[in-house]
């Protein structure tokens, strides 16, 4: 009896230490595991920190880096352009000649003032290009702004589109050019002719590409909302006509208006221009009376003894007074474009067009492209 239980006993504490050795190395195994989960937890944080630290210095970069300009110079005032760009022309990386438009039976109209443009700046360093826009000149000598009904004709079919390209061609060996700009407007809503303009520059990027020829894309700011664009052209977001000709008194731009471009802009392919108009307006209550340069509207206010004050959401200079009825002036200067300028900058972009050369104070032009 007292054998067995001897064996018993020793069959007990076998047990109890093969439970004991199997406690050990499961609580061995567990913090082996808690170390290597601690370990991956630790890389993967550190990994995320490298990553974010990359994207921050990439962010930073971007931000911090020197802001490109570029400018229209347009054939109606071309002598003040010019003086312009002679004074501020090293610190511009593109300018635009404008314009080139269409005559009533589809030909070229190449204004001599763009032609003598062109000839003063062929031994300028800066890039140049020639805006091509769907202005027509009628037989009867009035001028159909924007035709929509044009780029009907020239982009509905792709034996349009190749026509059209060839036409362009000719155009480009005719000036002796390496830059093309289109300035193709007014298709308002038309989600078909928006598509059939995208096709178009698909088209006609790689042929130019091929020719040495430099190809840049002017467009309305709604532009995202209709089409998806190809890459290789440069775009470029007209940042104003907030208020102009079909409103009230107002700015050309304000901080709401940019930040919601900025946004929407970001779908589109390329480091994107963001373009501003100098100047402003003139208003009669609703009504506008006259399109002003900065010299003009501050020289108006000046003859009429009344000083302008700055809009705190615009950065826009604004003054009104009454004489046989309400007038308003709002209008940009350098403070207001580099308010501008500065917004989108912080928004990612870089690259900023003046609409335009010519009317400027020279401080106003010092000031903004001075960084």
Same mark, same amino acid.
């Given at each position: 009896m007292s054998e067995w239980k001897c064996r018993r006993t020793d069959r007990f504490w076998k047990q109890v230490v093969l439970l004991i050795i199997l406690c050990i190395l499961l609580f061995c195994k567990g913090v082996a595991y808690a170390e290597n989960q601690e370990d991956q937890e630790t890389l993967s944080r550190k990994e995320s920190a490298v990553t974010e630290r990359q994207n921050s210095g990439a962010e930073e970069e971007k931000l911090s880096r020197e802001a490109g300009y570029g400018a229209w110079m347009t054939y109606w005032d071309a002598e003040s352009a010019l003086f312009e760009e002679a004074q501020f022309g090293d610190r511009l990386e593109e300018l635009v000649c404008f314009e080139v438009f269409f005559e009533e039976n589809g030909d070229w109209l190449i204004p001599d003032e763009t032609r003598m443009m062109l000839d003063a700046l062929r031994e300028h360093n800066t890039m140049v290009y020639v805006s091509l826009v769907n202005d027509v000149q009628m037989a009867d000598g009035t001028v159909v702004q924007k035709s929509s009904d044009l780029l009907e004709q020239l982009l509905s079919s792709r034996t349009a589109r190749s026509a059209h390209i060839a036409q362009i061609m000719e155009l480009i060996d005719q000036l002796g #050019?390496?830059? #093309?700009?289109? +300035?193709?407007?007014?298709? @308002? =809503?038309?989600?078909?002719?928006?598509? %059939?303009y995208a096709e178009f520059l698909e088209e006609l990027f790689p042929i130019l590409e091929h *020719?040495?020829?430099?190809?840049?894309?002017?467009?309305? $700011?709604?532009?995202?909302?209709?089409?998806?664009?190809?890459?290789?052209?440069?775009? #470029? $977001?007209? $940042?104003? *006509? %907030?208020?102009g000709y079909h409103s009230g008194p107002g700015p050309k731009a304000d901080r709401a208006f940019l930040e919601k471009l900025g946004e929407s802009w970001k779908s589109v392919p390329g480091e994107v221009r963001m373009a501003f108009a100098t100047g402003g307006f003139l208003w009669a209550g *609703?009504?506008?009376? @006259?399109?002003? /340069?900065?010299e003009e509207?501050?020289?108006?206010?000046?003859?009429?003894? #009344?000083?302008? @004050?700055r809009d705190a959401g615009s950065g826009a200079l604004?003054?009104?007074?009454?004489? +046989?009825?309400?007038? =308003?002036?709002?209008?940009?200067d350098g403070e207001t474009l580099s308010c501008w300028r500065d917004i989108l900058q912080a928004m990612g972009y870089q690259h900023f067009d003046l609409f335009r050369l010519g009317? *400027?104070? $020279? /401080?106003?032009? =010092?000031?903004?492209?001075? @960084?």
């Open positions: #050019i390496s830059g #093309i700009e289109l +300035d193709y407007e007014n298709m @308002k =809503s038309d989600t078909r002719l928006w598509e %059939l *020719n040495g020829v430099r190809l840049r894309a002017v467009m309305e $700011c709604q532009a995202p909302r209709y089409a998806e664009f190809p890459a290789g052209p440069e775009y #470029i $977001c007209m $940042c104003y *006509n %907030l208020y *609703n009504t506008v009376v @006259k399109a002003m /340069t900065e509207a501050a020289e108006y206010l000046e003859q009429e003894g #009344i000083t302008a @004050k604004t003054a009104r007074y009454r004489a +046989d009825q309400e007038y =308003s002036v709002w209008y940009a009317g *400027n104070r $020279c /401080t106003s032009l =010092s000031e903004f492209l001075k @960084k």
